[in-house]
């Protein structure tokens, strides 16, 4: 553990001390603001946790929440090296999230209606899985790995990432659209390739949806230029119990 220079002196640096023994943090750095820093890993995974026990600056490794009762991301680093876990919390928000992360990105299992707050870049997966989530909006722009957002509320892919690997929108409203015209596992994992990235960007593109609102003309359009022919009355049957079809 070392101290920088102008230390905050209204920071008990011996509770600081204190909490990272307690929760075995190691190799620290005390900021003059009273935030860490840690060269290494920081687990705080099923401490039983409603707020973080200390404001984490910069985290060279993995930092891991999970598993807790955890009401807000206040606390968390700014920048963490590897991956990034708070899944299986009580968020309802994003806010206060890392901006930067060179691996993993986990919100999973929470109450998120909203991305607002994500960070815009991560180094590997994406995973904002089993929340309440009507829309991608605020999420990611580049995931460098596989992007999760199975088990939501989504009826639109408007805010898709523009760069992914791999994309599993299982189990949501807009799963039985997007496989009438992709290549995929037939439960929503679409296989990482040129054509399904141009056919996706091409629906995006021609707005057929519109909040809950699905104009099943302009599908029926899109469909049958790609040569998936199908009747409006079909597409109404298999759709009307999610969308309003105008």
């Known amino acids: 553990m070392k101290y920088l220079k102008n230390f905050n002196e209204n920071i008990n640096s011996s509770e600081i001390e204190a909490i990272c023994e307690k929760y075995n943090i190691t190799n620290y750095t005390i900021n003059d603001d009273g935030s860490i820093d840690v060269d290494g890993d920081v687990n705080l995974k099923r401490k ?13 490794g993995d930092f891991e929440c ?5 009401i807000s991301l206040e606390g ?9 876990y708070c899944s299986s919390n009580q968020l309802t928000t994003l806010e ?5 992360v060179g691996g993993v990105f986990s919100c999973s299992s929470n109450q998120l209606t909203s991305l607002e707050g994500a960070p815009q870049s991560v180094g590997g997966e994406f995973s904002c899985s089993s929340n309440q989530l009507t829309s991608l909006e605020g999420g990611p722009k580049r995931v460098g790995s596989i992007f999760w957002c199975y088990s939501n509320n989504l009826k639109n892919i408007d805010y898709l990432p523009k760069y992914y690997k791999e994309l599993d929108i299982s189990n949501n ?5 997007i496989k009438l015209f992709t290549t995929s596992n037939g439960i929503g994992m679409i296989y990482d390739n040129r054509e399904n990235k141009d056919l996706i960007m091409d629906f995006i593109d021609r707005e057929m949806i519109q909040q809950d609102i699905l104009l099943v003309n302009r ?22 119990n999610d969308y309003e079809i105008r």
């Open 66 to 70: 999970s598993s807790n009762q955890l």
């Open 96 to 100: 206060g999230a890392p901006q930067r």
């Open 173 to 177: 409203p807009i799963t039985k659209i």
């Open 219 to 240: 599908l029926v359009e899109f469909l049958d230029d790609i040569g998936n022919q199908k009747s409006r009355e079909e597409l109404i049957e298999l759709l009307k």
């Open 48 to 60: 039983y946790l409603r707020v973080l026990p200390l404001k984490f600056r910069k985290v060279s």
């Open 76 to 84: 968390t680093p700014k920048s963490v090296g590897g991956n990034f």
